[in-house]
């Protein structure tokens, strides 16, 4: 019992940790403003001359490639978070302030914190937490429609987690509501002991805020992370 309980209050401080070093949202950049538009003479057209005769086009041959920037490549259809069989829910959690409800896996305990929650299963093997970051008036993240917002989303998701300890993020990927998933892994020390913990953040925008939602498991309870996260990607909803 011992053992578990120190697991289970690891977890806690892990997100605790995380949640106090984190900043009070984005921060949107000032567009340049332009007073004016300088006007430019018309060019004086050169004198009129006999055009060369254009050869006609060959019909056999191919249209030359147009390159197309990346950001501009709409972004193929999205798998879920996860595909594995969802842990059974309990109930719900809804968030003081309004901005986000999240299911509760049947056993866990809940803790609320200020601005976030902490959610535990009973022996410590796995936790979930859920943050509401505000998004930049005028300018929100990841709201692009049919194109590829991971990065963008990853870089909200390291830049709240990256001073967990041995945080180490992985590529991110899309995921079929509009967020991006991104696994991690990291440390966890104990008597001057560290642990390995590792886990999957799912991010996910809408006009108000960007809802992180961080699964972290010991080894023990690893084989349940993708259990868990397909739970918790169909409960997590903004309000």
């Known amino acids: 019992m011992r053992r578990k309980h120190r697991w289970l209050s690891g977890l806690g401080l892990l997100f605790a940790l995380a949640i106090a070093l984190t900043g009070h949202g984005f921060i949107a950049g000032n567009a340049p403003e332009f007073s004016a538009i300088a006007q430019t003479p018309e060019p004086t057209p050169p004198p009129l001359t006999s055009p060369d005769p254009t050869p006609p086009a060959n019909p056999d041959q191919p249209l030359p490639q147009v390159p197309v920037a990346p950001s501009a490549i709409p972004a193929p259809p999205a798998p879920p978070a996860s595909t594995a069989p969802p842990l059974p829910v309990g109930s719900n959690y809804q968030d003081p302030a309004g901005r986000f409800k999240v299911g509760v896996l049947a056993g866990y305990r809940v803790t609320p914190l200020a601005g976030a929650v902490i959610i535990e299963a009973p022996d410590g093997r796995l936790a979930y937490s859920v943050i509401a970051k505000a998004q930049p008036l005028g300018n929100p993240i990841g ?62 925008p809408n006009p108000q805020t960007v809802l992180l939602l961080m699964v972290a498991a010991t080894e023990a309870g690893q084989q349940q992370l993708p259990n868990a996260l397909s739970a918790l990607a169909a409960s997590l909803e903004p309000l």
């Open 143 to 204: 709201l692009i429609t049919g194109y590829d917002n991971s990065e963008s989303l990853a870089k909200v998701a390291i830049a709240e987690f990256q001073r967990g300890e041995g945080f180490q993020p992985g590529p991110p990927r899309l995921e079929s509501e509009g967020g991006a998933v991104l696994d991690w892994k990291g440390s966890l020390t104990i008597g001057n002991q560290a642990q390995p913990v590792s886990g999957t953040i799912l991010v996910r």
